[in-house]
């Protein structure tokens, strides 16, 4: 088991501990993803176990090519096409209907398949390598313990789950760290119009502008696909839009000052930045010990409401 910076050399010989049977954790621009190959029951069946995570829960398959949607999905949609064509590679995971391939083990007994193809070059060379030596696909939840907060480096990788990585074969691949910070949005094209069923960075509006149809968008805080109460928490409990006490921890953008006596962990200049931060910010609470934290939620639409998103949701709201 060790972390390595990617060379060539490394990532063709991570493809190959893939094909192996061993999980490779490794960096997308969203979060750090904890991989398998997506055929192996037996791969598969590790992730959950040093995830600590249910059995029924849906994974995504990660892919490298639009014409890779083929071999995985059925009956897709026009839309889904111009969307994966307007945001792939990128932050977006469409659901679609399985083909056989995408076996009960990786959608959970359902009859869809989560799909993306993630915009980070090492992701990319891992997946096209991996395919060179027949693989179809690397199925990669976020590669933290379930329920708690998603990974945006190796070295948070490494404080999630390298303890429970003991498969002479495992890895974590370093890529620096995520460059947008939050999950991708997932958006459901089963139905006639599509469905955001998790925020991200590809917006409601962003996605109706692609494909010129009215997108329904799960309102706030109402538990979607697979997501249950304690997702991306902390230890610190996370209060938000309160007024903190005197040793409580602080996040909020940089235009807003630190109130007495708090302990101001992140200030980002702008949205993106807020997202990047925020998960290295809820780590860095616990690393401090802080017991409260005030959040002050970004105001707006688009990348603003999936940060809310995941700051209700880190405050169990
Ligand atoms: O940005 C991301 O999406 C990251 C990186 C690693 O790609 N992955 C990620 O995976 O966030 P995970 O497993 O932590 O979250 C995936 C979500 C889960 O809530 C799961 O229930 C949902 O996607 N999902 C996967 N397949 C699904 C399906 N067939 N139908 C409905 N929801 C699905
Ligand atoms: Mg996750």
């Not at 490794?26 to 249910?54: C, W």
């Not at 997932?186 to 997108?215: D, H, Q, W, Y």
Request: with cysteine.
């Amino acid at each position: 088991m060790f972390i390595s910076k990617c060379s060539a050399e490394t990532i063709s010989s991570a493809a190959k501990a893939l094909k192996d049977g061993g999980l490779v954790a490794f960096p997308t621009e969203t979060v750090y993803g904890l991989g398998a190959d997506a055929q192996s029951a037996e791969a598969v069946k590790r992730i959950y176990e040093v995830k600590g995570r249910p059995h029924d829960h849906p994974l995504i398959v990660h892919i490298s090519e639009i014409q890779d949607l083929e071999v995985w999905a059925k009956e897709i949609p026009d839309y889904a096409i111009k969307l994966a064509r307007d945001f792939w590679p990128g932050p977006m995971t469409l659901i679609l209907m399985r083909r056989e391939v995408a076996k009960d083990f990786i959608t959970g007994n359902q009859e869809t398949v989560g799909l993306r193809i993630p915009a980070q070059p090492i992701a990319l060379s891992l997946i096209n390598e991996f395919k060179k030596l027949g693989g179809k696909g690397i199925a990669a939840p976020s590669a933290n313990m379930f329920g708690k907060v998603s990974p945006t480096t190796a070295e948070a990788v490494a404080e999630e789950v390298l303890q429970y990585m003991n498969h002479f074969l495992d890895r974590i691949l370093d890529g620096g760290p995520s460059h947008i910070g939050i999950e991708s949005t997932i958006i459901n094209c089963t139905t006639k119009a599509p469905e955001i069923l998790r925020l991200g960075f590809i917006t409601k509006e962003m996605i109706e502008e692609s494909i010129g149809m009215k997108v329904v968008a799960t309102e706030l805080n109402i538990r979607v696909s697979g997501s249950l109460e304690s997702h991306y928490a902390p230890n610190a409990k996370v209060l938000i839009n309160q007024i903190p006490k005197s040793g409580y921890g602080f996040i909020a953008l940089s235009s807003i000052p630190t109130p007495d006596g708090c302990i101001r962990l992140i200030s980002p200049n702008t949205i993106e930045e807020y997202a990047r931060n925020l998960y290295p910010a809820l780590r860095l609470a616990d690393l401090k010990e802080i017991s409260v934290l005030v959040a002050i939620a970004p105001e707006g639409h688009g990348l603003a409401l999936a940060i809310t998103d995941r700051l209700s949701r880190a405050a169990k709201l």
